[in-house]
């Protein structure tokens, strides 16, 4: 079975520009999460999707950061424009319907590089 | 929110060596998750754990609810066991919505290094 799927792996870009990042989940899992994974640090939640619904995008910096989930499979996080600070790992994960029981699976991450 | 920690923050083993890692976390948690997050940034899943004893080859993990802790042994360790390893917990949040939902936290992760 497919595990979570994420391109680019890795992108460089000036600041000011904007940047997608794709996300294909794991077939049958309705929830999606993005998090961010800053160097030294463990990830960090900034939206959930439950299905095509968005429930908890709190940590998301909303002035700059946007996501999608169409038709409640793949998801793509985007950064319009990205700033110096937002150079990290963008993780995508997945796991089965909602619930505080269901283990998450990550995908391999996107480096973000911005100069 | 709930604080989870990991210690030690680095160790360094050689080949062959036992080790054992800590996590404590502040609160009563839903669950917890152990990952290997490998030399090219993949978080591989170890344990899925909220509770008891569980072991998979080399390694085997340990969470006490109760007193809020949980331990990954690593035997015999070996050089592609370098990495971080990472604890997180799952708690449960509430969104605007009024609806429950498990938050994983993450700790700051050991760092393991093994040499030949």
């Known amino acids: 079975e497919a595990g979570v799927v994420q391109s680019p792996r890795y992108k460089i870009i000036e600041k000011k520009q904007p940047v997608a990042f794709w996300c294909n989940p794991i077939?049958?899992?309705?929830?999606l999460y993005w998090y961010r994974q800053n160097l030294g640090q463990g990830p960090e939640l900034l939206i959930r999707?439950?299905?095509?619904?968005?429930?908890?995008d709190s940590q998301l910096p909303k002035d700059r950061f946007s996501a999608e989930r169409l038709k409640g499979v793949d998801s793509t996080l985007k950064i319009q424009p990205a700033e110096l600070g937002d150079s990290a790992v963008y993780l995508c994960?997945?796991?089965?319907?909602?619930?505080?029981?269901?283990?998450?699976?990550f995908g391999p991450g996107t480096r973000l590089t911005v100069l | 929110g709930i604080q989870v920690e990991q210690s030690p923050p680095d160790l360094i083993l050689q080949e062959g060596a036992n080790s054992t890692l800590r996590c404590n976390f502040s609160?009563?948690?839903?669950?917890l998750q152990w990952f290997h997050q490998n030399p090219w940034g993949q978080l591989i899943n170890l344990f899925y754990?909220?509770?008891g004893t569980k072991q998979n080859g080399r390694l085997s993990a340990t969470t006490v609810a109760t007193e809020r802790y949980s331990l990954l042994y690593i035997s015999s360790s070996q050089t592609t066991d370098s990495g971080v390893y990472f604890c997180?917990?799952?708690?449960?949040?509430?969104?605007?919505?009024?609806?429950?939902?498990?938050?994983?936290?993450f700790g700051q992760g050991t760092i393991l290094t093994v040499h030949p």
């Open positions: 999707y439950e299905n095509e619904e968005a429930v908890d």
């Open positions: 754990i909220p509770s």
């Open positions: 609160d009563s948690v839903n669950n």
């Open positions: 994960a997945s796991s089965l319907a909602s619930g505080s029981v269901n283990e998450q699976f």
């Open positions: 077939s049958g899992h309705n929830t």
């Open positions: 997180a917990v799952v708690s449960l949040s509430w969104n605007a919505g009024g609806t429950s939902y498990g938050k994983l936290t």
